[in-house]
């Protein structure tokens, strides 16, 4: 919508509301004015063009190319053009540089505009134009905006492939919309000359930022993994998806055969809580398509029951580096994943809304798929298992042609373009991939726990931990035993009541609590039926309080190299329970054991 208002002096300047969350034009650092009000003057002008927040985060990719350079002014618009503009607000005023909107873009001289994504009406920009991919290449098909009909299921097939085709990259005269036409490898070009000869010309080979990126930060692998909440010997699961209904966490809530509620009820029933960690990694559009409210609604039982879903903005990258196998469709995470040697098993892949002749429809053909009628716990366990890297290598080889080298080569091609010559001084960087906040697991959701002695001289008992949330059946064990641990934060609260063990999460000195040996006491008076009060005030530490009136510190001891066991405490405690149900006294020392990795606990 269109609106005026009067400025200083009673004038009349032109305005939009728009993405930039105001109205008007900017009068700083352009404007007709603008030269009265700027503090430098003289600087190039680069604009980034944002589409959705999910162009945006291939942008800030590259934006540290200018960082140090006090010849740029960068700015920022968004073309309107996508369906998919929530979130975009935000994430522009993150960034910092000022926000024009669509009309007053189109309407300003810029030097140079930076785009990762087609669509709108990018041959408007007054600047030289330069497109990046925002995934890996350009393999999916999506109707342009003239034929939205062929985005429909059944046609799908026939639409044109985002990126590489004349739809998309060619003007109604037939001439090129970028003045350079990014591309990763040479496989793409080889693609673009046989289906837009015309764009060929503009095509620039400069790798992929984002891939360099996750290269950079292999090394920090166990870092990330610590941040992630998994423990030493446990299984990192990453569930990625990307949007539209045919992808992973798509389907059609009407059909019987809908893969997401199997998969979100499989993950805690199959996979042991102490042995498998999982995140779910889903795509932007998916978020800012639906709203984040309703995701975390839809998510809510699986996050009860130890999911976490990773920020979609820069979470994504690090989970696929720590995973240990990456459960996905057709996306380019998943390719990512493939290609820095992750296991991978594809629980969605149309095959019909991909270029066949490309990478991603190519991982489709050689990765592993998931059948929902085997146990989700033995496909994960084989893909790893039975994991070759050599089996993607060719794959990995066609995600860059120049792994390592996109900040030099992209920043060369924007000064080429600019007219300037590069800030030597600056040597061209990607900004390293941050460490995470660490985000342990939460169950909150009821747990079976069962439980096995084992005979080794001295006390030792085998754990097996799953969430069950609202009235799940058990999972199929052999066990000795079985109680089960509610959360006094469970959103089940009629399950206090019959739980075997009540657990509290929170700081030894939280005053709202009282001491951890107070929590106990009147735990165990609240719930009559509770057999044992659990205060984990630690990542590897606890307090328990029996019916018989013990309070016991259980400590887990450290790694060899000094770092804390990253097994939920409320584990140890399950096992003390197990070992006194069956008539042991209070121990010193309990070995816990969960899937295949040995806890060494303290008691005092």
Same mark, same amino acid.
């Given at each position: 919508?269109?609106?005026?208002?009067?400025?200083?002096?009673?004038?009349?300047?032109?305005?939009?509301?728009?993405?930039?969350?105001?109205?008007?034009?900017?009068?700083?650092?352009?404007?007709?004015?603008?030269?009265?009000?700027?503090?430098?003057?003289?600087?190039?002008? %680069?604009?980034?063009?944002?589409?959705?927040?999910?162009?945006?985060?291939?942008?800030?990719?590259?934006?540290?190319?200018?960082?140090?350079?006090?010849?740029?002014?960068?700015?920022?618009?968004?073309?309107?053009?996508?369906?998919?503009?929530?979130?975009?607000?935000? &994430?522009?005023?993150?960034?910092?540089?000022?926000?024009?909107?669509?009309?007053?873009?189109?309407?300003?001289?810029?030097?140079?505009?930076?785009?990762?994504?087609?669509?709108?009406?990018?041959?408007?920009?007054?600047?030289?134009?330069?497109?990046?991919?925002?995934?890996?290449?350009?393999?999916?098909?999506?109707?342009?905006?003239?034929?939205?009909?062929?985005?429909?299921?059944?046609?799908?097939?026939?639409? /044109?492939?985002?990126?590489?085709?004349?739809?998309?990259?060619?003007?109604?005269?037939?001439?090129?919309?970028?003045?350079?036409?990014?591309?990763?490898?040479?496989?793409?070009? !080889?693609?673009?000359?046989?289906?837009? /000869?015309? !764009?060929?010309?503009?095509?620039?080979?400069?790798?992929?930022?984002?891939?360099?990126?996750?290269?950079?930060?292999?090394?920090?692998?166990?870092?990330?993994?610590?941040?992630?909440?998994?423990?030493?010997?446990?299984? $990192?699961?990453?569930?990625?998806?990307?949007?539209?209904?045919? #992808? &992973?966490?798509?389907?059609?809530?009407?059909?019987?055969? *809908? &893969?997401?509620?199997?998969?979100?009820?499989?993950?805690?029933?199959? =996979?042991?809580?102490?042995?498998?960690?999982?995140?779910?990694?889903?795509?932007?559009?998916?978020?800012?398509?639906?709203?984040?409210?309703?995701?975390?609604?839809?998510?809510?039982?699986?996050?009860?029951?130890?999911?976490?879903?990773?920020?979609?903005?820069?979470?994504?990258?690090?989970? =696929?580096?720590?995973?240990?196998? %990456?459960?996905?469709?057709?996306?380019?995470?998943?390719?990512?994943?493939?290609?820095?040697?992750?296991?991978?098993?594809?629980?969605?892949? /149309? +095959?019909?809304?991909?270029?066949?002749?490309?990478?991603?429809?190519?991982?489709?053909?050689?990765?592993?798929?998931?059948?929902?009628?085997?146990?989700?716990?033995? +496909?994960?366990?084989?893909?790893?298992?039975?994991?070759? /890297?050599?089996?993607?290598?060719?794959?990995?080889?066609?995600?860059?042609?120049?792994?390592?080298? #996109?900040?030099? =080569?992209?920043?060369?091609?924007?000064?080429?373009?600019?007219?300037?010559?590069?800030?030597?001084?600056?040597?061209? =960087?990607?900004?390293?991939?941050?460490?995470?906040?660490?985000?342990?697991?939460? $169950?909150?959701?009821?747990?079976? %726990?069962?439980?096995?002695?084992?005979?080794?001289?001295?006390?030792?008992?085998?754990?097996?931990?799953?969430?069950?949330?609202?009235?799940?059946?058990?999972?199929?064990?052999?066990?000795?035993?079985?109680?089960?641990?509610?959360?006094?934060?469970?959103?089940?609260?009629?399950? $206090?009541?019959?739980?075997?063990?009540?657990?509290?999460?929170?700081?030894?000195?939280?005053?709202?609590?009282?001491?951890?040996?107070?929590?106990?006491?009147?735990?165990?008076?609240?719930?009559?039926?509770?057999?044992?009060?659990?205060?984990?005030?630690?990542? *590897?530490?606890?307090?328990?309080?029996?019916?018989?009136?013990?309070?016991?510190?259980?400590?887990?001891?450290?790694?060899?190299?000094?770092?804390?066991? &990253?097994? *939920?405490?409320?584990?140890?405690?399950?096992?003390?329970?197990?070992?006194?149900?069956?008539?042991?006294?209070?121990?010193?020392?309990?070995?816990?054991?969960?899937?295949?990795?040995?806890?060494?606990?303290?008691?005092?």
């Amino acid at each position: 919508m269109i609106a005026r208002r009067t400025v200083g002096g009673g004038r009349v300047v032109r305005g939009r509301v728009g993405v930039s969350g105001g109205v008007g034009w900017l009068r700083v650092p352009v404007g007709e004015d603008a030269g009265r009000w700027v503090t430098r003057v003289g600087c190039r002008r %680069v604009l980034f063009v944002v589409h959705n927040v999910t162009s945006a985060t291939r942008l800030l990719d590259v934006l540290p190319l200018f960082h140090s350079d006090v010849r740029v002014q960068l700015f920022a618009t968004c073309t309107g053009s996508s369906p998919f503009l929530a979130g975009v607000p935000e &994430l522009l005023a993150g960034v910092g540089v000022p926000v024009l909107s669509w009309e007053q873009a189109k309407e300003t001289e810029f030097d140079l505009a930076v785009s990762a994504s087609y669509g709108g009406e990018l041959g408007d920009i007054r600047a030289k134009l330069a497109v990046l991919s925002h995934g890996v290449g350009y393999n999916k098909k999506l109707a342009t905006p003239q034929r939205h009909n062929a985005t429909t299921p059944q046609q799908s097939e026939q639409a /044109p492939v985002f990126g590489l085709s004349p739809e998309w990259l060619l003007r109604e005269d037939g001439s090129p919309v970028a003045a350079a036409t990014v591309l990763s490898h040479p496989e793409q070009l !080889a693609r673009l000359r046989e289906s837009v /000869p015309r !764009a060929a010309g503009t095509a620039v080979l400069a790798g992929d930022p984002c891939y360099d990126r996750i290269l950079a930060g292999l090394p920090q692998r166990d870092r990330f993994r610590r941040a992630l909440g998994v423990a030493s010997g446990q299984k $990192l699961i990453v569930v990625s998806s990307t949007w539209a209904p045919r #992808s &992973l966490f798509g389907g059609d809530a009407r059909a019987g055969d *809908d &893969l997401l509620p199997w998969l979100l009820s499989r993950l805690p029933a199959d =996979l042991p809580a102490d042995e498998y960690r999982a995140v779910a990694v889903l795509h932007p559009n998916i978020w800012h398509g639906h709203g984040e409210g309703q995701i975390r609604a839809w998510l809510d039982g699986a996050c009860r029951a130890g999911l976490h879903p990773v920020d979609p903005l820069e979470g994504w990258r690090q989970a =696929l580096i720590a995973a240990d196998c %990456v459960l996905g469709d057709h996306s380019s995470v998943t390719y990512y994943a493939a290609s820095i040697g992750v296991p991978v098993l594809l629980g969605a892949f /149309p +095959q019909q809304d991909l270029a066949q002749d490309s990478p991603v429809a190519a991982l489709g053909r050689t990765a592993p798929h998931l059948d929902r009628h085997t146990g989700l716990r033995a +496909q994960i366990d084989r893909t790893i298992a039975e994991h070759d /890297p050599a089996r993607y290598k060719d794959l990995a080889d066609q995600t860059s042609s120049s792994p390592g080298e #996109s900040a030099a =080569l992209l920043r060369r091609l924007f000064y080429d373009l600019l007219g300037l010559p590069e800030p030597y001084a600056h040597p061209p =960087l990607l900004a390293p991939l941050p460490l995470p906040p660490h985000t342990p697991p939460q $169950l909150t959701s009821p747990v079976r %726990v069962f439980t096995r002695r084992r005979d080794s001289g001295h006390p030792t008992v085998e754990v097996t931990r799953h969430a069950v949330p609202g009235d799940s059946p058990d999972p199929d064990i052999t066990a000795d035993a079985a109680h089960t641990v509610v959360d006094e934060e469970t959103r089940e609260t009629g399950r $206090l009541a019959l739980a075997d063990i009540v657990v509290r999460r929170a700081d030894a000195d939280d005053l709202r609590l009282g001491p951890p040996a107070m929590w106990t006491a009147e735990t165990l008076a609240r719930y009559p039926y509770c057999g044992m009060a659990v205060y984990v005030d630690g990542p *590897d530490r606890c307090v328990v309080g029996t019916r018989e009136g013990a309070v016991v510190r259980l400590a887990a001891e450290r790694e060899p190299d000094g770092r804390v066991d &990253l097994c *939920d405490p409320a584990a140890y405690a399950s096992a003390l329970y197990a070992w006194l149900a069956e008539g042991g006294g209070v121990p010193g020392e309990l070995t816990v054991w969960t899937g295949d990795r040995a806890h060494r606990v303290t008691l005092s």
